[in-house]
């Protein structure tokens, strides 16, 4: 019996002893399928990964596509899209577009009530910011000290510089993002930590001339236009963002950058671009080949119906658009969401409206059928005009690869922007241009649009006005209008109504302050360095 | 030395030493158990003194008892009695009486690292044994005690078969972590049942613990406060829940068999408009394009879907022991239709329990196993909000052979024919998915617990314990039907035949040390433990394609599986120290290590103390005859929460995206490595509870029950914030910022109103008041922050319905105040403008009321009428609110001629509004929230116990029960109880009636 005590009591002890010792050892338990820095920063193929992360947050809304393990949080992910919420800010807001859907804060763009917690605004703020993060990290592991402590060098080192030089490109796109359309968000660079303190804000004036030295830094040593491979930014981008900063630069800091606007859009526009033959096939299926070598468009955000899949961006757009009697397989997709309509000043600055049948100007792509000029109600599809510029379908007619998820690229920059920012400069009295070259380039658009020179104008048309109304017949529903009428002075005042511009049926002025819009209250309340925009 | 390899060693050679014992020359005894007032007291176990030989009495309280000769006395004990021993006397019956109930305080609970007598009890403790459980068709455990235990809110999530329940003990600790209780089976501590988006732990099952028999259960004891719960450390804030299964009782092998049968039916249908109210709709207000797509039928969508369904559950156990090894072994099969058509639930269970005793009682062995098989057909639940909506007058077959012949909402147009955003024809959708799973959960473990032989007053304690699971599934529909027609990206290719699959291990190693002594000199008493935990969460889930029914590939995952794992490691104590067994003293410390913190955070103590004072025992009260039992309870503890923080969230870490989520440089798609969120400085969340309680028994404590008061404060919240923009790769971070409040009172009455010969009646009843505040949620108190939006509706994508508010109890809910016109009706999008600024927009959003009730009740009764009995059980909430987003979303016009092209029923909601649902605020309106206080019915039951009708030795019991009897409320919707406070399409909870039969043999 005491033998069995005794190896009774000896079982238990070694069993104790032994189970304490090998089961404290570890704690430290780490994923299976993720990885760390040090591992996707170990090569030149994980640097490209990462860039095209960096890409792709333009594009994708997570990492999972269409929809699932999202960017950004505290909003639907297919919301979450970079341009779809870009285009609700900048077109929603003007006469060009109305929605019909009852998502909660939506209608605020249209009644030009928007407060500091609209999810819209939110999510593009947090869209934006997300982006530079991740551009600054990318800048940060990219630094030389760090390529040298993973034994990078050579040619693969070059490589990397010249990939962090476009995440500064993309940063700053983003920035004028901000400084459009917040005025004076957080600035975080490469030197802001993460998990660190909130970055601070900064002010317009400061940010305009941040944005404008990290662009010019880096032009020296980007591809020449057309110089680096489909989807990625060249020397082009860098000139056509400058170009664009400096037309609004009056906007942004008080003082006008005229000249500068029209050196960089003509150092665009003698690069070689050009306009390709045919309006309507500007927002096709197959519209990256308006990105071939001499193409007309100089930077786009590029969607896949395979492979960049997301409820956002031009799979919106072509899928926004249509309802009512519209015919969805025209469209290239399996059927419309019922949103997205014009109220009629869009179509009335087209000549012969409001008798459709007698437009010429191709540009002019409205569809009738069963829909209503007027808006009686913003939420009724068929009231207002539909909008057939974007389309799922190839130059030939033929749909693209996919019926839910939108092959259409969507430009960024493409050249007669910077024709009209050539043009507008010089009205507005910037030098190292001339009104003569001014009218061609808007006669070439006009050409273009016409199939001839019937719709060419003479120089005593080339006024501001004009330019306005061009840059809406020629760009509407791109994410242009609002920045253009806050630049025209059109946008809050009782000067220019529109259709239920702020709330009324008939159009009605709105306070000064919403010429930008406010700082999410999510990130003042988080980041006490920032100031609410005034008014909000 | 492994696990299977230490059970080999001690197994086979405790075989051995049974089967060298033999049995002696026997004799039989008979007689019966009274208590005071004569009644037959049934159950009372009767065991032959100095051997493992014992019976159990039956209804009327005879017994019968075959024993050695050698035997002198018999011993009597029953909860509730004490305990009685008397000799043996031969030839004539044994007629023994049991006195006064106050022994029930002699009751042994099961607690953390131990067992307790109830009367020692320093914490707020509640044990509910099998004989008090709720009756009735019961598929999950925690249903055998809702509404039984104050403190303690039992939410079922629906009617659908083993759909599982929402457990809040006081008003649960966390905002975003999770709020759910420990539960520990047998000494394993399980995983959360639910994972942090909500759903089930273990793949293929509605919810883990349907994988758990309820018929196996013996005991459930609820500890609440943290001088209870503490012992368990960072698992405990939310309460802890101990399940003890049934064991082996000494004696000759007792049969049991029980077979319950039942009939669900559908109480009570969602209020849509009828198809005559529906067509005159569309008349009035639909454009003549839309009038003109209107069918010729008259369809109840509803009568479609639903179908009343038939459960039988049939349990056979066999308890006993055999020579020195009391074993219980039980198999059971359950077989539930859900009353959504095409539901199902099959399931096979078994459970092992033997209990040897050892070396003279020195080493005690239990052993517990448990195993189930579960095969599952989930009904597609969106048929529940389709029914609502579709057209009633649509035929549900279309006469055409597309989409399975089903009638579906068409468009010429588009490319699958059918039109984009329409609802589905219901019984399609039932009827043509096949969502099928398998799942396997066996949880087990062994204890060896060694009385040292030098050393008698220290116990070494050494539990080793497992619980794994295997789900997998399929999901197949036929390329016909319409939810996945033609879904392919270039629309070629339709239909659905996708898998799925899982393993989990959990893995339990437990080891203390149990030291007890009496010192009779200085009237103490000591027990005290001392102990080591390991244990390991392992999931494997297994990735696959999203396949069509033709093999065509959607999209294909990026790795074949992924392992999630997680590890705590703890060491923990605990002293009790008695003095004059009247003035008790509980301390205890955990120190928990875990795999989710950083090495910084990783480790933290949680203490707690308690104090606790027998007053009864005292000169003044211990003669008192009015007064029975009173014991005052003062406690203190600290506990922690970790659940709902994902395992690597403090690592940064890079993932790869898919291949839907690619990037186009040149001619390549490039994968993506997307940095994902952390913080690094997540740690435990923390819970400090306060506790009093008074214990009380009142005239021979026929009168008993407690009253709780707590505080409960929880710090370092848990919650999603905002991270400031540019920091951190995801813009809201899990982080400990944050503090919450919960203070309550807890009431508790037992009664036992009429007690004699031949009826005793019984009554009880607890009432629980808890109130919660957020008191922090920013890392600067900042006034001007509304708080974080929370509880997502149905209606405009993206849109929420609450708000976590400091000052305000969490998902209060944030609204529009809507303004009425004289007759008190709504008027559509004209609301309070609360901060008169002339824009009614989200700067007027107020918090209005919250989902969580302010009081809940519970009550039951049970009478026994000779051989009759009769109970009901009732349970109660007040002050909770509901938002009835089936209203909000489908009663509107908007919804009945909807502007996308075909016509959807709504709810008759409509017809007292008028809404046209144009805009977006009316959905945000507080015209929505409404009350929904209700008063429930859980069941009523009869039974009758025909004794020996089918031979002698033999009991048999019947009963019938209905479940969901009747609930009183003013609330609008269809069920006023559905967790979380918004009700969208709830699987309507079934009203049921059962037969059951129960035969001992």
Redesign the interface.
């Known amino acids: 019996?005491k033998k069995?005590?005794l190896q009774?009591?000896l079982?238990?002890s070694?069993?104790?002893v032994?189970?304490?010792q090998s089961?404290?050892k570890?704690?430290?338990?780490?994923?299976?399928?993720?990885?760390?820095?040090e591992?996707?920063y170990a090569n030149l193929a994980?640097y490209?990964?990462?860039?095209?992360?960096v890409?792709?947050a333009f594009?994708?809304t997570?990492?999972?596509?269409?929809a699932g393990?999202g960017?950004?949080?505290?909003?639907?992910e297919?919301?979450s899209d970079f341009f779809r919420l870009f285009w609700k800010a900048q077109e929603l807001s003007t006469d060009e577009a109305v929605i019909?859907?009852?998502?909660?804060?939506?209608?605020?763009f249209h009644n030009m009530?928007?407060?500091s917690?609209?999810?819209f605004l939110t999510g593009l703020?947090?869209r934006s910011?997300?982006q530079?993060?991740?551009c600054?990290?990318f800048i940060r592991q990219s630094a030389d000290d760090q390529l040298s402590n993973r034994g990078i060098s050579g040619t693969d080192a070059d490589k990397i510089h010249q990939f962090a030089r476009e995440a500064r490109f993309l940063r700053a796109y983003q920035y004028w993002v901000l400084i459009d359309l917040f005025g004076n968000?957080?600035?975080?660079t490469e030197n802001?930590?993460?998990?660190?303190?909130?970055?601070p804000r900064i002010a317009r004036a400061d940010l305009f001339n941040y944005i404008e030295s990290e662009l010019k830094a880096i032009e020296p040593e980007m591809p020449a236009p057309h110089a680096n491979?489909?989807?990625?930014a060249d020397v082009g981008a860098v000139w056509a963002l400058l170009a664009r900063l400096y037309l609004n630069a009056e906007v942004y800091t008080g003082t006008a950058h005229y000249t500068d606007a029209i050196t960089y859009s003509k150092k665009v526009i003698d690069a070689g671009y050009s306009l390709i033959s045919d309006y309507t096939w500007l927002m096709r299926a197959d519209n990256n080949l308006n990105t071939s070598a001499t193409g007309e468009f100089i930077f786009s955000i590029?969607y896949?119906?395979?492979?960049?899949?997301?409820y956002g961006g031009t799979t919106f757009l072509v899928h926004a658009c249509v309802?009512g009697s519209?015919?969805?397989?025209?469209f290239g997709v399996?059927?419309?969401?019922?949103g997205t309509r014009t109220t009629k000043s869009l179509p009335a600055l087209f000549p012969g409206y409001p008798d459709f049948s007698t437009i010429t100007d191709k540009r002019a792509q409205f569809y009738t059928d069963g829909q209503n000029l007027e808006i009686g109600?913003?939420?009724?599809?068929?009231d207002g005009l539909g909008v057939t510029k974007y389309k799922n379908i190839k130059r030939d007619g033929s749909p693209g690869?996919?019926?839910?998820?939108s092959d259409v690229d969507m430009p960024l920059f493409r050249l007669p922007e910077m024709y009209f920012i050539y043009a507008e400069s010089v009205l507005r009295g910037g030098s190292g241009g001339d009104a003569t070259t001014a009218l061609e380039y808007m006669n070439d658009i006009r050409v273009r649009a016409y199939g001839n020179s019937s719709g060419n104008i003479t120089a005593g048309d080339l006024t501001l006005d004009f330019i306005l109304s061009e840059r809406a017949r020629e760009l509407y529903w791109e994410g242009f209008r609002r920045t253009d009428l806050v630049r025209f002075n059109k946008f809050v005042e009782n000067s220019y109504l529109w259709p239920w511009k702020g709330g009324v049926a008939s159009g009605t002025g709105v306070s000064a302050i919403r010429k930008i819009y406010p700082i999410p209250?999510?990130?003042v309340?988080?980041?006490?360095n920032l100031v609410q925009n005034p008014g909000y | 030395m492994s696990r299977r390899k230490l059970l080999r060693s001690i197994i086979l050679p405790a075989m051995l030493l049974f089967s060298q014992l033999s049995f002696a020359q026997d004799r039989v005894l008979t007689g019966r158990v009274t208590d005071s007032t004569g009644t037959g007291v049934a159950g009372v176990t009767v065991t032959a003194r100095g051997t493992q030989t014992s019976t159990q009495t039956n209804n009327d309280g005879s017994f019968r008892i075959t024993i050695p000769s050698s035997v002198d006395a018999l011993i009597f004990s029953s909860v509730g009695f004490a305990t009685r021993q008397v000799p043996v006397v031969s030839g004539s019956p044994m007629n023994v009486s049991l006195s006064g109930a106050t022994s029930a305080l002699n009751e042994v609970v099961v607690i953390g690292y131990g067992t307790r007598m109830k009367k020692d009890l320093t914490g707020a403790v509640t044990n509910i044994t099998a004989k008090d459980f709720n009756k009735g068709t019961i598929t999950t455990p925690e249903q055998l005690i809702a509404g039984k235990v104050a403190g303690v809110q039992i939410t079922s999530n629906g009617g659908a078969p083993g759909a599982g329940s929402t457990i809040r003990i006081r008003g649960g600790a966390s905002l975003n972590a999770s709020n759910d209780p420990l539960i520990v089976v047998d000494g394993v501590p399980l995983a959360p049942n639910r994972n942090p988006d909500g759903t089930s732990s273990i793949s293929g099952s509605s919810d883990p613990l349907s994988m758990i028999n309820p018929n196996d259960i013996e005991s459930m004891n609820i500890l609440k406060d943290a001088s209870a719960t503490a012992i368990y450390g960072s698992r405990a804030s939310n309460g802890v829940i101990i399940i003890t299964t049934k064991k082996g009782k000494s004696g000759k092998p007792r049969f049991n068999f029980t077979t319950q049968n039942s009939l669900s039916t559908l109480p009570k249908e969602a209020d849509v408009l009828s198809p005559a109210e529906f067509r005159n709709y569309v008349n009035t207000h639909g454009t003549p394009a839309q009038i003109a797509i209107m069918g010729n039928a008259s369809t109840d969508w509803q009568k479609e879907i639903y179908d009343n369904a038939f459960t039988t559950d049939n349990n056979l156990s066999v308890s006993g022991s055999y020579k020195v090894l009391p074993y219980r072994v039980s198999l059971g099969y359950l077989n539930q239709d859900g009353i959504l058509r095409t539901g199902n639930l099959k399931r096979t269970s078994a459970a092992i329990n033997l209990s040897p005793r050892f070396l003279d009682d020195h080493l005690k062995i239990d052993l517990n196993l448990k195993g189930t098989l579960s095969h599952w057909r989930y009904a597609d639940e969106s048929a529940i909000g389709n029914a609502v909506r579709f057209d009633p007058t649509q035929p549900v077959l279309s006469g055409d052979k597309r989409f399975g012949g089903y009638f579906e909402w068409l468009d010429p147009s588009s490319t699958t024919g059918l039109r984009k955003l329409a609802p589905f024809n219901p019984v399609g959708v039932l009827e043509q998915k096949e969502d099928k799973s398998d799942v396997q959960r066996s949880i087990g473990n062994i204890q060896f617990d060694y009385k040292l032989h030098f050393l008698p007053d220290l116990h070494v304690n050494v539990n080793l314990g497992y619980d794994v699971s295997k789900g997998e599934g399929t999901i197949y529909i036929p390329d016909s039907a319409a939810s996945a027609y033609l879904r392919s990206p270039d629309a070629k290719h339709g239909g659905v035949n996708n898998q799925y699959k899982q393993n989990k291990s959990n893995t339990l190693l437990e080891t203390y040390l149990n030291y007890v002594k009496e010192f009779k000199s200085i009237y103490s008493r000591i027990d005290a433990i001392a102990g080591y935990s390991y244990q390991d969460f392992s999931t494997t889930n297994y990735n696959f394609p999203d396949q069509t029914t033709d093999g065509f590939v959607i999209s294909t995952p990026s790795f074949p599986f992924d392992k999630p794992e997680n590890r705590l490691i703890s060491f923990y104590g605990r002293v009790n120290y008695t003095y004059k067994g009247k003035y008790l003293l509980t301390g205890t410390l955990r120190r928990d290590g875990s795999s989710r913190f950083s090495e910084d955070n990783r480790w933290s103590m949680f203490p707690s103390g308690a104090f606790a004072w027998r007053l009864k025992d005292e000169e003044f009260l211990r003669n008192s005859t009015t007064v029975s039992d009173l014991k005052l309870r003062l406690g203190y503890g600290e506990t922690g929460q970790q659940e709902g923080i994902g395992n690597y969230d403090y690592i940064p870490r890079y993932a790869l995206a898919n291949q839907q989520a690619q990037y186009q440089f040149g001619n390549r798609f490039d994968s993506l490595y997307r940095p994902a969120g952390y913080n690094p400085n997540l740690k435990w969340e923390q819970t400090a509870t306060y506790n009093v309680g008074l214990d009380y028994g009142f005239l021979n404590n026929r009168i008993t029950g407690s009253i709780d008061f707590y505080v409960k404060k929880t710090t370092d919240l848990l919650s999603v914030i905002d991270q400031p923009a540019g920091t951190n790769f995801s813009n809201k971070i899990l982080a400990n910022i944050g503090d919450m409040e919960n203070k309550g009172v807890e009431f508790t009455i037992n009664t036992q109103i009429i007690r004699n010969k031949s009826v005793t009646w019984d009554f009880g009843f607890n009432v629980t008041y808890n109130e919660n505040k957020i008191t922090k949620l920013t890392f600067t108190n900042d006034p001007t922050f509304p708080g974080n939006l929370v509880g997502g509706i149905a209606g405009g994508v993206g849109s929420t319905i609450q708000i976590q508010s400091v000052g305000y109890p969490k998902n209060s809910f944030y609204v529009y105040q809507q303004v009425y016109d004289k007759s008190g009706k709504p008027i559509e999008g004209l609301f309070e403008d609360r901060n008169r600024d002339g824009l009614v927009n989200n700067n007027d959003l107020y918090r209005y009321k919250s989902p969580d009730p302010k009081a809940f009740l519970g009550a039951y009764s049970n009478v026994n009428w000779n051989k009759w009995s009769a109970g009901f059980s009732l349970r109660a909430n007040i002050g909770n609110y509901m938002y009835n987003n089936r209203f909000s979303n489908t009663g509107v016009q908007r919804n009945i001629i909807d502007p996308l092209g075909f016509l959807a029923n709504g709810s008759r909601n409509l017809l007292e509004t008028n809404f046209t649902g144009n805009g977006d605020q009316y959905l945000l309106s507080d015209y929505y929230v409404e009350n929904a206080s209700f008063l429930r019915m859980d069941y009523i039951n009869v039974g009758y116990n025909a004794g020996d009708l089918v031979s002698s030795h033999t009991n048999l019991r019947i009963g019938a029960n209905v479940q969901n009897v009747f609930t009183v409320t003013k609330y609008k919707g269809l069920d006023p109880e559905v967790s979380g406070g918004i009700d969208n399409n709830f699987y309507p909870r079934p009203r049921t009636f059962s037969l059951s039969l129960s035969l001992d043999f």
């Open positions: 019996m069995v005590i009774a009591s079982c238990f070694v069993l104790i032994a189970t304490i089961c404290t570890d704690l430290n338990l780490s994923p299976t399928n993720d990885v760390t820095s591992t996707v994980g490209e990964s990462v860039l095209a992360k890409y792709g594009a994708l997570g990492n999972q596509g269409p393990n960017d950004v949080q505290g909003i639907d297919g919301f019909s859907w009852g998502d909660v804060g939506i209608q605020d009530n928007w407060t917690n609209n999810s703020y947090y910011l997300y530079i993060t991740l600054n990290e968000p957080p600035f975080a802001t930590a993460i998990g660190g303190a909130p970055p491979e489909y989807g990625r590029n896949d119906g395979l492979h960049t899949q997301g309802g519209m015919p969805a397989s025209s399996a059927g419309g969401w019922s109600n913003v939420t009724q599809f068929t690869q996919s019926q839910d998820f209250s999510r990130d309340n988080s980041n006490t």
